[in-house]
């Protein structure tokens, strides 16, 4: 259980931090809160004036959210990500950045040092209530759920990778960032060639290793902005923050680089083949699940044609859905005729 679930269990409301870089800036942002504290969004507030008040505190409990407000610029905005994401206890937590208005490629790279969201200043008070009630229902949500399943549903117990729900989430954090800034969000579905294979002829423990493997593997080969999931026994996602599509491509690259090296596991040496299928914002879809949906896709053309990575491509997945229909129905007609015989 990550940090901000923690923040909910055992007590009837979340927290909140709010970290100004005085007194009076802390105040003022926590009053802008404190009016939209009386429906269902409740969560205690806590205020730290300054930075060595913030990291007492955040060594003291869980927070489901920090609001870090900054009045300088944006050397300091990253370095005060860094350390906020540097207290183990509260890694986890979401964290929104009011800050001086950033353009794009700041943002990316304040985006990189960790935080969730931005709000230009002077913050809006119903746009700062939204967000923070945004992150503090998803961390109900996810407390729920793990209640309910007796486990963690946002993190794979096995990689510790994020699951599908929590990658969706992200997915969705991204295209609302990208929409304000006219940026891209990048989708990538990895589906592993030989898995089974690998599974039934070394043993369930050796496939479980090759699965932590690959998830090092591909997190490594990423920026701590992108999200690497895994979806399904055999298949991850990764999110992507790209201005270009050069970019994506580059990066696609690199993922296929790094599972072209063979994997080591119980003595063996393992190579498999994958297929990357990569969907776009706003080219491709405007929503997570269609976004996902086409990576899939354009991840099953790259498999059958070995083609490495490939972006969605509506021609050519009309294509493949035609080619797919004809051929159930040639065998349908056979197998017809072979009972008719």
Known sequence: MSASQ????GRSEPSVLVIGEHSTDALQLASKLDRGTHGAAQYSLVVAPTRDDAMRLLAAQDYAVIVQSMLSGEKEHIEALRYLRANVRNRSAAIVLVAPKLDYANAMRTL???????IDKPADEFVLRAK????VDM???ASRLNEVQGGDAL???????PTRLLMMDRVGQSIRHAGRTNGRVAVAVIDLDQFQDVR??????????LLRQIALRLTGSLRRSDTVARIGED???VVLACDTRDGVATVSQRLER???EPFAVGGHRISLGEGIGVALFPEHGRDPELLLERASAAMAVAKQNRMGHLFYDPIEHKSMVEDHAATTVFETQDLRAAGAA
């Open 132 to 135: 923070v009630k945004m992150f």
């Open 139 to 141: 961390v109900r949500t």
């Open 112 to 118: 990189d040092g960790g935080a969730v969201d931005c």
């Open 200 to 209: 039934e002829t070394l043993g369930p423990a050796s496939g479980d290793e």
């Open 258 to 260: 790094a599972m072209t």
């Open 235 to 237: 298949e991850f996602a």
């Open 155 to 161: 993190n794979d117990p096995l990689t510790g990778l």
């Open 6 to 9: 923690k923040a909910m269990s």
